[in-house]
């Protein structure tokens, strides 16, 4: 892996992190205000998951 293949992959979790807030401001701000009152074992879990999706994604690429 080189600098240009991860600063192609920071733009890309750039523009995907952008997409929501710039399409439809109001519905992120209902899923931040429900994430507040999600419990942290919850959202560790999530985040759990999104790690190793992402890993076994990464794998398979």
Known sequence: MNWHDLLTALALLLIFEG??????PESLKKVYKSM??????????????????????????
């Open 19 to 24: 997409l929501m807030p710039f399409a439809s």
């Open 36 to 61: 507040v009152e999600t419990p942290e074992s919850t959202l560790r879990k999530i985040g759990l998951a999104s790690i190793v999706a992402g890993l076994v994604l990464l794998y398979l690429t």
